[in-house]
Structures are given as structure tokens and as C-alpha cells.
């Protein structure tokens, strides 16, 4: 991680203005007065204190990010307007905000803005320029700032105006959730200490096959679980009944599994089951061997005594990659195998054992639903940008802010 720019690489910030990227795209509904109000203030909380270091180092901190897709149009149902006092009450700083992100007139209000003063820019996406990272919308954002920081790691795997076109132009650095969340994913991906397990689970194999293809040549145990474990255990001559499962990925299964093989990477599968006819809370259930299911019956969680073979495994490992629930975790009582494993994670984590790593939506769910969340060493709430970078795919709006591409402009 020394090759990127922190905010301290910067230096003297004093009434430098600054273009902070952050991922604003937050849970919102409107309430009985019609107003947008947030319904989950994660993100914000997450870039508050970047703005709140910018802001103490004297800097005019300029916030800057989309909303939505409004699909290049000025949609105000999609406006950052509403943000601007969640934004204050989590900096405890005041927070104004302007009605565009690029102009004359944008520019103006900056430049007369006090040295530690904080601006909300409207949502970037307003513009169709953005998303296809325009050269000349990027120099228009970049006319707003002297430095540019990112702290958007949901936001990295686009090659946008606002995350890439305008870090090409002004030195750049990541700020400090950004810098947490890359050091997290290196310590857990990039350069772990084996042994490596990988825990993937979730419905189906086809939304995660990049995932799975890549994780089998660097992790030493990956851990199917969920829905797709039925496919691999279907391309084992396994009858999984009722079940999830996609069959014509059978020799796609079959292929990953060779390559683990060759890459001396163990497959985990259930040997047990938690089975029932219908996809319902507290449903009839049983627990049953993988070799045992009817034709009418569902494998909604993996078995007991394939969670305890889990967590046997984790007692092993140093670093553990989580995506994806081992069942169908949101109706009881097929959250259990997940629980179980999650807890004994949390655990390995709290006595120094393991680095624990996990992202993606419902993996957060989870997690939080296993009571756990705070044990992890690291939980991502970024969803597509967590999944590229599983599969080992380089995030362009993380690219641009190496070393090499830093202060090369004509600033
Ligand atoms: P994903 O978004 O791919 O991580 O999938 C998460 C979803 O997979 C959750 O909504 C789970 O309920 C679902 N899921 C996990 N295991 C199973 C299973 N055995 N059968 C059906 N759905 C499952």
C-alpha cells in the first residue's frame, strides 16, 4: 500500500480547495412530509472523517457525488440537496451546497469559501459526460480543486469522470476510508498469510463464476456454500431434488474443481443438508446426508456437522475471504450454518488468529445478522467494486491513484 497517496502525502492543505469524492449514494425514502430523508447513513459515516481531517488541515473541502443514475439528466428526485445536514450532523461541521458540480459559478462560490468550510456539489451524474469519463467534463471537475482525494471504494471499479478523468488531472490520494479499506484487501488478497481459506456463497454460481475462477488459484481452501454448492454437488453425480441449482453449469462446475486440484486448492462441499418443500420461515425441515434428498425437497442450509467442519478448517487458516451466505440466511432456521461459521470467525478474529474479510450486500446482512459484524477485521460495504476485486480484476478509480500517475500534472 505505499504506493498509493494518503491525505498526509499532500501536504500543507491550508486554504487549498479540495475535490473529495465520496459515495453519497445512500438508502433514502421519503417521509410523511415528503421530504428524502436517509434511511441508512453508513456511507456518510464512513467519509465523515476524511472531511473532518481535509477540513482541520485547513483545506476547503469540496464533496463531490452521483445519486442514482438519472441517466445524465437533472432529476432533482435524485438531488444531493437533502444530504447536506445528514453530511453536517455526521462531521458536526457546516456543510452548504450548490445546485451544480462544474461552472463559473461553482467556482466562484469556492473560491470564496473559508479555509475549512465544507461544499456539497450536486450529483455528478446530472451530467451524461460523466459516466463516460469525458476529458473535458473531467478538467471541468478538476477546475473546482487544486488536489483530488478519493474515498469511494464502492465507486473504484468505474472508469468515470469523477473517479478516474479527474485524478489523470490533479495530484490525487486516497482518503482515509479508501486507504483502510485497500490496506484491508491486500492484507487479505494481495500479500495474506496462508493458510488462504475463501468462503463463497450466495444463490447461484453464474453471478460469481469470475470469483470462483480466480479464488482457486490463490486461496488454499475455497468454501462453497449457499445455493451454488448445489450445482457443484449436481456435477458430482449428487441428486439435489428441488433444489436451486443450475444444471448446465455442470462442466463449468467440473472445471473449477479440476483447476483447484491443480492449483492445490481444497473444495469444501456440504456433506450434510438442511432440507424442506417449501421456501418459508421455520418450514417443515430436515437435516439429511447430501446423498438423501427427495425429489420434492429443497437444500435451503448446509448440515450442522458441515458447519462444524467449517469452523474446524478456520481454527487452521490465518486469513479468511467472505462473500456470500451459506443459506437461505433470511427465513429461520436456515440462517444457521451461516451464523455458526460467522460466529466462529468473529472469534478466530477477536483471539488474533485470523484476518477476516468480507464484503458484498448480503454478506454484510449476514454478518449483522450473525451479531458479528464488529468482530470482522474488515467488512466492505462496497458491492460490485468487493466482487472485482475477488476477481482479481484491477479497479481503475484505484489504478489512477498509484504512485506512478501522482503529480504529473501541469499544477
Ligand atoms: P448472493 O446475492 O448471490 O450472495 O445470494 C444471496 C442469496 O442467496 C440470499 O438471499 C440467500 O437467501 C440465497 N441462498 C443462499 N443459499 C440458498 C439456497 N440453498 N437455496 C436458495 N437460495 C439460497
Same mark, same amino acid.
Given at each position: 500500500?505505499?504506493?498509493?497517496?494518503?491525505?498526509?502525502?499532500?501536504?500543507?492543505?491550508?486554504?487549498? /480547495?479540495?475535490?473529495?469524492?465520496?459515495?453519497?449514494?445512500?438508502?433514502?425514502?421519503?417521509?410523511?412530509?415528503?421530504?428524502?430523508?436517509?434511511?441508512?447513513?453508513? /456511507?456518510?459515516?464512513?467519509?465523515?472523517?476524511?472531511?473532518?481531517?481535509?477540513?482541520?488541515?485547513? #483545506?476547503?473541502?469540496?464533496?463531490?457525488?452521483?445519486?442514482?443514475?438519472?441517466?445524465?439528466?437533472?432529476?432533482?428526485?435524485?438531488?444531493?440537496?437533502?444530504?447536506?445536514?445528514?453530511?453536517?450532523?455526521?462531521?458536526?461541521?457546516?456543510?452548504?451546497?450548490?445546485?451544480?458540480?462544474?461552472?463559473?459559478?461553482?467556482?466562484?462560490?469556492?473560491?470564496?469559501?473559508?479555509?475549512?468550510?465544507?461544499?456539497?456539489?450536486?450529483? =455528478?451524474?446530472?451530467?451524461?459526460?460523466?459516466?463516460?469519463?469525458?476529458?473535458?467534463?473531467?478538467?471541468?471537475? $478538476?477546475?473546482?480543486?487544486?488536489?483530488?482525494?478519493?474515498?469511494?471504494?464502492?465507486?473504484? &471499479? /468505474?472508469?468515470?469522470?469523477?473517479?478516474?478523468? =479527474?485524478?489523470?488531472?490533479?495530484?490525487?490520494?486516497?482518503?482515509?476510508?479508501?486507504?483502510?479499506?485497500?490496506?484491508?484487501?491486500?492484507?487479505?488478497?494481495?500479500?495474506?498469510? &496462508?493458510?488462504?481459506?475463501?468462503?463463497?456463497?450466495?444463490?447461484?454460481?453464474?453471478?460469481?463464476?469470475?470469483?470462483?475462477?480466480?479464488?482457486?488459484?490463490?486461496?488454499?481452501?475455497?468454501?462453497?456454500?449457499?445455493?451454488?454448492?448445489?450445482?457443484?454437488?449436481? $456435477?458430482?453425480?449428487?441428486? =439435489?431434488?428441488?433444489?436451486?441449482?443450475?444444471?448446465?453449469?455442470?462442466?463449468? $462446475?467440473?472445471?473449477?474443481?479440476?483447476?483447484?486440484?491443480?492449483?492445490?486448492?481444497?473444495? &469444501?462441499?456440504?456433506?450434510?443438508?438442511?432440507?424442506?418443500?417449501?421456501?418459508?420461515?421455520?418450514?417443515?425441515?430436515?437435516?439429511?446426508?447430501?446423498?438423501?434428498? $427427495?425429489?420434492?425437497?429443497?437444500?435451503?442450509?448446509?448440515?450442522?456437522?458441515?458447519?462444524?467442519?467449517?469452523?474446524?478448517?478456520?481454527?487452521?487458516?490465518?486469513?479468511?475471504?467472505?462473500?456470500?451466505?451459506?443459506?437461505?440466511?433470511?427465513?429461520?432456521?436456515?440462517?444457521?450454518?451461516?451464523?455458526?461459521?460467522?460466529?466462529?470467525?468473529?472469534?478466530?478474529?477477536?483471539?488474533?488468529?485470523? =484476518?477476516?474479510?468480507?464484503?458484498?450486500?448480503?454478506?454484510?446482512?449476514?454478518?449483522? &445478522?450473525?451479531?458479528?459484524? #464488529?468482530?470482522?477485521?474488515?467488512?466492505?460495504?462496497?458491492?460490485?467494486?468487493?466482487?472485482?476485486?475477488?476477481?482479481?480484476?484491477?479497479?481503475?478509480?484505484?489504478?489512477?491513484?498509484?504512485?506512478?500517475?501522482?503529480?504529473?500534472?501541469?499544477?
Amino acid at each position: 500500500m505505499t504506493k498509493f497517496k494518503n491525505i498526509k502525502n499532500l501536504g500543507a492543505l491550508a486554504g487549498k /480547495r479540495v475535490l473529495l469524492r465520496a459515495d453519497l449514494n445512500v438508502p433514502m425514502k421519503v417521509n410523511e412530509d415528503g421530504e428524502r430523508v436517509v434511511t441508512d447513513d453508513t /456511507r456518510i459515516l464512513s467519509v465523515a472523517p476524511t472531511i473532518k481531517a481535509l477540513s482541520e488541515k485547513g #483545506a476547503r473541502v469540496i464533496v463531490l457525488s452521483h445519486f442514482g443514475r438519472p441517466q445524465g439528466q437533472r432529476d432533482m428526485s435524485l438531488s444531493l440537496e437533502p444530504l447536506g445536514q445528514p453530511l453536517a450532523n455526521a462531521t458536526k461541521l457546516p456543510v452548504s451546497y450548490i445546485d451544480d458540480c462544474i461552472g463559473d459559478e461553482v467556482v466562484e462560490v469556492i473560491d470564496a469559501l473559508e479555509d475549512g468550510a465544507v461544499l456539497l456539489l450536486e450529483n =455528478v451524474r446530472f451530467y451524461k459526460e460523466e459516466t463516460r469519463n469525458d476529458p473535458e467534463f473531467s478538467a471541468a471537475l $478538476a477546475r473546482n480543486a487544486d488536489f483530488f482525494v478519493n474515498d469511494a471504494f464502492s465507486c473504484c &471499479h /468505474r472508469a468515470h469522470a469523477s473517479t478516474v478523468g =479527474v485524478a489523470e488531472i490533479l495530484p490525487s490520494a486516497a482518503g482515509l476510508a479508501l486507504e483502510k479499506e485497500l490496506v484491508a484487501l491486500e492484507s487479505a488478497l494481495g500479500n495474506p498469510a &496462508h493458510p488462504l481459506a475463501a468462503l463463497v456463497g450466495g444463490a447461484k454460481v453464474s453471478t460469481k463464476l469470475d470469483v470462483l475462477t480466480h479464488l482457486v488459484e490463490k486461496v488454499d481452501h475455497l468454501i462453497i456454500g449457499g445455493g451454488m454448492a448445489n450445482t457443484f454437488l449436481a $456435477a458430482q453425480g449428487v441428486d =439435489v431434488g428441488a433444489s436451486l441449482c443450475e444444471h448446465d453449469l455442470a462442466e463449468t $462446475a467440473k472445471k473449477i474443481m479440476n483447476n483447484a486440484a491443480a492449483n492445490d486448492c481444497v473444495i &469444501h462441499l456440504p456433506t450434510d443438508v438442511v432440507v424442506a418443500k417449501e421456501f418459508a420461515a421455520n418450514a417443515e425441515n430436515r437435516t439429511i446426508s447430501v446423498n438423501d434428498v $427427495a425429489e420434492d425437497e429443497m437444500i435451503l442450509d448446509v448440515g450442522p456437522e458441515s458447519a462444524a467442519n467449517v469452523s474446524a478448517e478456520l481454527e487452521n487458516c490465518k486469513t479468511l475471504i467472505w462473500n456470500g451466505p451459506m443459506g437461505a440466511f433470511e427465513i429461520e432456521p436456515f440462517d444457521a450454518a451461516t451464523v455458526t461459521v460467522a460466529k466462529k470467525a468473529g472469534e478466530l478474529t477477536e483471539k488474533g488468529t485470523l =484476518v477476516s474479510v468480507a464484503g458484498g450486500g448480503d454478506t454484510v446482512a449476514a454478518l449483522n &445478522h450473525a451479531g458479528v459484524a #464488529a468482530q470482522f477485521s474488515h467488512i466492505s460495504t462496497a458491492g460490485g467494486a468487493f466482487l472485482e476485486w475477488m476477481e482479481g480484476k484491477r479497479l481503475p478509480g484505484v489504478e489512477v491513484l498509484l504512485a506512478d500517475h501522482l503529480f504529473k500534472s501541469t499544477y
